[in-house]
């Protein structure tokens, strides 16, 4: 099987943390071009719509630089970016279900893709994944998009989520238990992973 | 050998890692971060905004001053109450909103007032009204209509219950159950079915039971505090964490468990340091 390089794994130039805390000018705009798209997707697959994703990427970049004192290290930004994103999702949604429970219309039960694709059927896939994940217990969901979707191994998610790696691994086998049942409700048809036909 | 069902990915990545995060949006989401963090020092405007922000506010304690009596909202401010109740003139009209409600006052002009009732109780003494005059309060089943009169709305759970002391209303509910004009001395409740808990998941059931005993009587204090204890336990990290611990502070304080109030009081700082709840929170001290 091919070495999977981690989607959620995005790299920054070495030294770009020290330059963003000791202000140097243009430093913060390389780190949020680094990282804005992977806290957009994070939104996204944590049950944002493309909009409120974008809003909650703005937020957690503006949260990193009024906090980037705190931030240790390089190694741990991923880890100190999601904590900061956990929060701000939390946060959106939560204005969501107000906004929704105090208006007099329906809440809109429609939804968009937020990525770009090459082919309707990848859209229609893009929006079966985040239905069922927004059904799931958020500790579900954050397990399922770090592991499944950024592909961080279990001690990294352990790690991110402050959690023990038993804990980490337990959570992941419900989480696709719960959403291999959530997507055959759907109607969509059983899932045969590419990678289980690598040898 | 091959894993159980559970063990196995689902490969996820491998269908949404064909999309990408499209370049305008990033593009967007960098521009506006960096917009925001841009020391605006360099802005004139800032100053002009400020002396005219100061000379505002010189007006408004001199207004205040000279013209002292219940604040008047500005059309489509959202006010909320703690621990104690706020009245609010509206022309020659007045709205009292009692401990731990919620309004919106949608619209406000000499002839007509439309207000929006999101959560607790409030009381309305409304002045005569001209013919082509209109005063409407709005919850999340009903709407009311005043006739000239003084009456009282009250959000019971998913329930909304007018109650009218002087004149009439007429009052529309979002369901089946239509209009009907209520008279002095009168009550009634609308449940509406279409918030029913069907509609609700668990974890918003929960809330809304412990908010609407905390509205309720005093006895029922100790069942809410249980449900909000029950919600932190769990749904830890909750989408309603930081609603379910503020209550659950007020509560405490309200039983007279000062000691685990304040512990909770400070858990609350340090988990939601920038909460505009925070601030009641240690204006209640």
Redesign the interface.
């Known amino acids: 099987m091919g070495q999977k390089e981690p989607m959620g794994r995005g790299s920054v130039p070495s030294g770009l943390l020290a330059a963003c805390q000791a202000g140097e000018p243009g430093a913060f705009e390389q780190l949020f071009s680094a990282r804005a798209g992977q806290i957009y997707r994070w939104g996204l697959f944590l049950g944002l719509s493309p909009a409120d994703a974008e809003d909650a990427a703005q937020e957690v970049l503006v949260v990193a630089f009024k906090r980037i004192a705190s931030c240790r290290a390089e190694a741990v930004l991923t880890t100190w970016l999601f904590q900061i994103t956990r929060r701000v999702v939390a946060n959106a949604r939560r204005r969501r279900w107000w906004r929704e429970l105090v208006s007099s219309a329906p809440p809109d039960q429609t939804m968009e893709a937020g990525l770009a694709h090459e082919s309707a059927s990848d859209v229609q896939q893009e929006l079966g994944i985040r239905e069922c994940l927004a059904k799931l217990p958020r500790a579900q969901a954050e397990v399922l998009l770090l592991l499944e979707i950024d592909g961080f191994t279990r001690e990294e998610v352990a790690q991110m989520l402050e959690l023990p790696a038993g804990t980490v691994a337990s959570r992941l086998r419900l989480a696709r238990a719960s959403f291999r049942a959530l997507w055959e409700a759907e109607g969509q048809s059983p899932f045969q992973p590419e990678n289980e036909q690598a040898p | 050998m091959s894993a159980p ?18 370049a305008q ?2 593009r ?3 521009l ?3 917009e ?2 841009e020391p605006r020092a360099h802005r004139p405007v800032r100053w002009v905004y400020a002396t005219v922000g100061l000379v505002a506010a010189v007006a408004l304690v001199v207004a205040g001053w000279f013209g002292r009596g219940p604040p008047r909202p500005s059309a489509g401010s959202l006010v909320a109450t703690t621990s104690s109740a706020a009245t609010y003139a509206i022309g020659p009209h007045r709205v009292e909103l009692l401990p731990l409600s919620r309004m ?1 006052f949608a619209h406000i002009d000499p002839g007509a007032v439309e207000l ?1 009732l ?1 959560s607790g109780r409030a009381n309305f003494q409304v002045a005569h009204l001209l013919p082509a005059e209109h005063f409407k309060v ?1 919850s ?1 089943g009903v709407l009311v209509e005043v006739v000239g009169t003084r009456f009282a709305v009250e959000i019971e759970g998913p329930c909304q219950k007018v109650r009218v002391q002087e004149g009439q209303v007429r009052v529309t509910s ?1 369901g089946p159950e239509g209009s009907a004009v209520l008279l002095p001395g009168q009550e009634r409740t609308w449940c509406p079915k279409a918030s029913g808990p069907e509609a609700l998941t668990a974890e ?1 059931r929960l809330v809304r039971e412990a908010l609407a005993l905390i509205r309720g009587d005093e006895s029922d204090l100790p069942k809410a505090a249980a449900l909000l204890e029950r919600y932190r336990i769990e749904y830890a ?7 379910v611990l503020f209550y659950l502070c007020l509560t405490r304080d309200r039983l007279g468990q000062t000691e685990e109030a304040h512990r909770l009081k400070e858990l609350f700082w340090a988990k939601f340091p920038g909460s505009g709840r925070g601030e009641k929170l240690r204006q209640q001290r």
Request: hydrophobic share 35%.
């Open positions: 069902p559970d063990e196995k990915e689902l490969g996820l990545r491998n269908i949404v890692g064909k999309g990408v995060v499209p949006v990033q967007r989401i960098v506006r971060a960096i925001r963090i919106r929006e999101q709005q999340e979002r918003e990290d909750g989408v309603f964490e930081e609603e």
